[in-house]
């Protein structure tokens, strides 16, 4: 192969990349390890700040590599590999009740940890990305099977949808693991949505789910509903949560401690900041939950923004994606991935700005820990693979065509 022809192989294998994915990911990347970098140097628990940084940079190189073997992957290998990953997921799910961490479990309430010494996995994590595709496989041999939907079939559909996800609320509920059932939840949403199902169900169902949440929460506020809610499975830091989120300055000395702070240095970021590495308000495990807490401190109004803007770009770009590839699977993919970021991010800085009660859900990108970084890098290998695969598809097909 001679120089112009290993310039132009060089030049039609980077036209496979998406760099606009790669752009957004990348800074919240820098900035997730910046943020650890100054929660960690402000830490008193004397965990070594280069440990800390060195760790979440190692779990970024394996989060690297994990994008770039999903990448190879086309279509129909994804489509062949949906079942065994979402059956790999429920086995993780239920060894994990069995093999929890027991450490972990005192500490939090919840039995969703695998630790072998000094490192810890949540299975739930990488279920994500597994459910997604397997839900995405499943709408779409339905909709190839239906050629007219009427409202029965969509209701058969959703029937469907929910026997494929009802043992993974199950599971997680068997492991306390509240906050990540509403994430599955909020990925089954927008699946139903994006499906094709009728607007005379859709309407229906949303007027429900806010009765739904409305009566919970008349429950959850009640001494009686509280009593009714406990029969079912909730734990009383749940209930706890939700008093700390309606009545943040009620308890700051105790349960409500860690909000409060959050809700203090967020506020005295003001506009621009305090500044990098400037942590005047301490606040509890802010380097996996409460990180955002570190971003409005640091760079206040501004930069929290700015944080956002970084999300939006990165959720346009893999709109951007599905619409190019014109893949019914790759759209359900695509839609899971999307509802996976969003929520994760509306339901972290909510929390932190005490809009939402606190539920353990980590900031996309930026939080530190690896389960959650893993589960994340897996949903954007697998947007990548979509445009790798479709410029090689369409190349072929230029080639062919001439």
């Not at 739904?212 to 009686?224: D, E, Q, Y």
Request: aromatic share 12%.
């Amino acid at each position: 192969m001679n120089n112009k022809e290993s310039r132009l192989a060089r030049k039609d294998e980077n036209s496979k990349i998406d760099y606009g994915i790669i752009f957004p990911v990348l800074m919240l990347a820098i900035i997730g390890l910046g943020s650890i970098y100054v929660a960690a140097t402000h830490d008193t628990s004397g965990t070594s700040v280069l440990r800390q940084v060195l760790s979440q940079v190692i779990w970024y190189a394996l989060g690297i590599a994990i994008v770039v073997v999903i990448m190879q992957f086309d279509s129909k290998q994804l489509w062949k590999l949906a079942p065994v990953a979402y059956g790999l997921g429920i086995f993780l799910l239920i060894a994990v009740l069995f093999l929890y961490s027991r450490t972990y479990a005192a500490n939090t309430g919840a039995k969703s940890w695998f630790a072998f010494g000094s490192f810890t996995f949540q299975p739930s994590e990488v279920m994500k990305p597994a459910y997604i595709l397997m839900m995405a496989r499943v709408i779409t041999v339905y909709n190839e099977k239906i050629k007219e939907r009427t409202v029965r079939t969509d209701w058969r559909l959703i029937g469907i949808m929910i026997l494929w996800t009802l043992p993974i609320p199950i599971l997680l509920l068997l492991q306390h693991d509240f906050g990540t059932m509403l994430v599955f939840i909020a990925i089954f949403c927008g699946l139903v949505v994006v499906s094709g199902v009728s607007w005379r169900i859709l309407i229906p169902s949303f007027v429900g789910l806010v009765i739904l949440v409305s009566t919970t929460l008349m429950l959850v506020v009640s001494n009686w509903g509280r009593a009714l809610l406990s029969k079912v499975g909730f734990e009383s830091y749940q209930f706890a949560r939700v008093d700390n989120w309606l009545h943040p300055a009620a308890d700051t000395s105790n349960s409500g401690y860690q909000l409060w702070q959050s809700m203090k240095a967020i506020g005295s970021g003001q506009l621009f900041g305090k500044g990098f590495d400037v942590s005047n308000v301490k606040v509890p495990v802010r380097e996996s939950d409460m990180i955002f807490s570190v971003i409005g401190e640091n760079f206040g109004f501004i930069g929290g923004a700015l944080l956002i803007g970084l999300y939006f770009l990165l959720i346009y770009k893999i709109i951007q994606v599905t619409f190019d590839t014109k893949n019914e699977f790759y759209a359900y993919i695509a839609t899971g991935v999307i509802m996976m970021i969003l929520f994760h991010v509306f339901e972290n800085i909510g929390m932190n700005i005490g809009l939402l009660p606190l539920t353990g859900i980590p900031l996309p990108f930026v939080s530190a820990g690896g389960s959650a970084l893993i589960g994340n890098m897996i949903g954007i290998g697998l947007i990548m693979s979509m445009r790798y695969h479709y410029v090689s598809y369409n190349a072929l097909e230029d080639k062919r065509t001439f």
